[in-house]
């Protein structure tokens, strides 16, 4: 089975989706005097044509992007890691193990959950055998496998979801939202005409009824980080969930702020902050005893919230977060580029080796592919997520979860 045209129509309402929400948000901003989203209660003072600038080259870094996966997303890695057989059921009962143990931890110690600053001498541990990375994995493989069971496979998935909740994060909706839109498309036929549709209106469609979920979501992201909690209109959550899918208003932030933020980043002088803060989610406080270093994304926000908590994070977008860096160190801005392509490469690796047929896993590929380009921080997008799988694989291989083609 083979990865056609057909199976990216999910990829294209996705990549839709998010520059419908980038136009609304930065026509929104055009048309007002006040920044969208987070920064609402701010003034920006950027020109008119620095707006469209910024939200120009923002579209067009999605298409580039989703022209870098097209381009690479069949091509293997040299190193690439030999091709594993996956045991479908033992990765089941293994990751709904790794997920309960993940779940108790978080309720017994509120380490890691919504508003919540406690701290645990376990965390690292737990840190370690973060399920994140592997969630994605999980779903692609396990959800029409006819080794799968699937009645466990629907209760991991909503104990997973409850534990994202707990967390603070919704995005995990989306995330399994298309994940079920690919496996449609699957089985699913369209002429041309239905295929446009769906791209230009489905998105429409996506926010409309997404917002109603947000309605209840978006008070708690508020307080975990620390803006207080405040009850929201529906038609309020249309426009958070329009804002949240997008980092324009954070980019145009980044812009407008880079001397403070330059101040702000000198203050604490902290030398190769976004390389550190890879490691941070899984080095022990004895190892790395300077833990509570701000990250770019959070030096952006904390120039307009001086107060915000150091361990929150908000999409800045690849070019204004390599912008930023550049304008804070030109050497470490070289660094971060080619330490984030070696990630990139490792990822791809463990993707394409966990694939039981070529291109069965390149949604997932084309997901991180998204999520690096507005989200950029290293620290977010591998070491919080895709890079814990590294750490869980002597676990799937003494299962015999997965083990080694011959």
Request: charged letters at 15%; proline letters at 3%.
């Amino acid at each position: 089975m083979l990865y056609n045209s057909r199976y990216r129509l999910a990829e294209k309402i996705y990549l839709s989706l998010y520059i419908t929400s980038l136009m609304l948000v930065g026509i929104f901003m055009m048309t007002t005097t006040n920044y969208s989203g987070e920064l609402s209660s701010f003034e920006y003072l950027v020109s008119s044509s620095e707006l469209t600038i910024i939200l120009g080259y923002s579209v067009l870094g999605f298409i580039a992007a989703y022209f870098f996966y097209i381009i690479t997303k069949d091509k293997r890695i040299a190193f690439s890691f030999s091709p594993f057989r996956v045991n479908i059921l033992r990765l089941n009962i293994v990751f709904g193990g790794l997920l309960i143990a993940q779940l108790f931890f978080l309720v017994l110690t509120g380490v890691g959950r919504i508003g919540s600053q406690a701290t645990n001498p376990f965390s690292p541990l737990f840190a370690l055998l973060n399920i994140d990375g592997l969630f994605t994995i999980f779903y692609m493989l396990v959800r029409k496998s006819p080794c799968g069971n699937r009645t466990l496979f629907w209760f991991t998935v909503t104990i997973y979801v409850i534990y994202k909740l707990l967390q603070g994060w919704s995005g995990v909706f989306l995330t399994i939202f298309f994940m079920e839109l690919y496996f449609y498309f699957q089985s699913h036929t369209f002429k041309f005409w239905n295929r446009i549709f769906m791209v230009i209106l489905l998105p429409l469609f996506i926010l409309l009824i997404g917002g109603k979920i947000y309605h209840y979501v978006f008070p708690y992201k508020l307080e975990v980080r620390g803006m207080g909690m405040s009850q929201v209109s529906y038609s309020e959550s249309v426009v958070n969930l329009t804002n949240r899918l997008t980092f324009f208003p954070v980019a145009v932030g980044a812009y407008e702020k880079d001397l403070e933020i330059q101040h702000l980043a000198f203050q604490d002088g902290t030398f190769l902050r976004e390389i550190k803060g890879f490691f941070r989610p899984f080095t022990p406080r004895f190892l790395m005893d300077d833990k509570d270093f701000r990250s770019i994304n959070n030096l952006v926000m904390q120039s307009f919230f001086p107060s915000i908590e150091g361990s929150t994070s908000s999409d800045i977008g690849l070019i204004m977060y390599v912008y930023t860096l550049f304008k804070l160190n030109v050497g470490e801005t070289i660094v971060w580029l080619v330490f984030t392509f070696m990630l990139l490469l490792f990822n791809k690796a463990i993707i394409d080796a966990f694939e039981q047929y070529k291109g069965q896993l390149n949604f997932i590929y084309f997901l991180l592919i998204m999520k690096l380009y507005y989200t950029a921080s290293p620290e977010m997008v591998f070491g919080y997520g895709s890079i814990s799988i590294l750490f869980l694989l002597p676990l799937l291989f003494a299962t015999g979860s997965i083990k080694f083609k011959r």
